[in-house]
Nanobody, 124 residues
Framework: QVQLVESGGGLVQAGGSLRLSCAAS????????MGWFRQAPGKEREFVAA????????RYSDSVKGRFTVSRDNAKNTVWLQMNNLKPEDTAVYYC?????????????????WGQGTQVTVSS
């Protein structure tokens, strides 16, 4: 099984940028398609972005499309989430997740492994 560790969260002003990283270990990274989810206080976990095993296919939620970019490097066992033009409503704990399979997915139950999360706070 794969272990996932997120990093890169922090406090940023509205309009700023952050880059989240998710480092994978314990298994062959290219076996997995990867996703990013977030959960704000009092809200359910929601889909943010996903990327296929080879990086050739990506998917985004409507709320982040055009502002966030997901990418991966299988040689480095890492997936990133570049977040630009951040808004206060992007404030949440961000989680990276992995699912066995080639195709990315947009719902949490489809993912098999999860990281511990990293806090992103956007001030107005």
């Amino acid at each position: 099984q794969v272990q996932l560790v997120e990093s890169g969260g922090g406090l940023v002003q509205a309009g700023g940028s952050l880059r989240l990283s998710c480092a994978a270990s314990g298994d062959t990274f290219s076996r997995y398609s990867m996703g990013w989810f977030r959960q704000a206080p009092g809200k359910e976990r929601e889909f943010v972005a996903a990327i296929s095993w080879g990086g050739g296919s990506t998917r985004y939620s409507d709320s982040v499309k055009g502002r966030f970019t997901v990418s991966r490097d299988n040689a480095k066992n890492t997936v990133w989430l570049q977040m630009n033009n951040l808004k206060p409503e992007d404030t949440a704990v961000y989680y990276c997740a992995a699912r066995v399979g080639w195709v990315e997915a947009a719902t949490a139950p489809q993912y098999d492994y999860w990281g511990q999360g990293t806090q992103v706070t956007v001030s107005s």
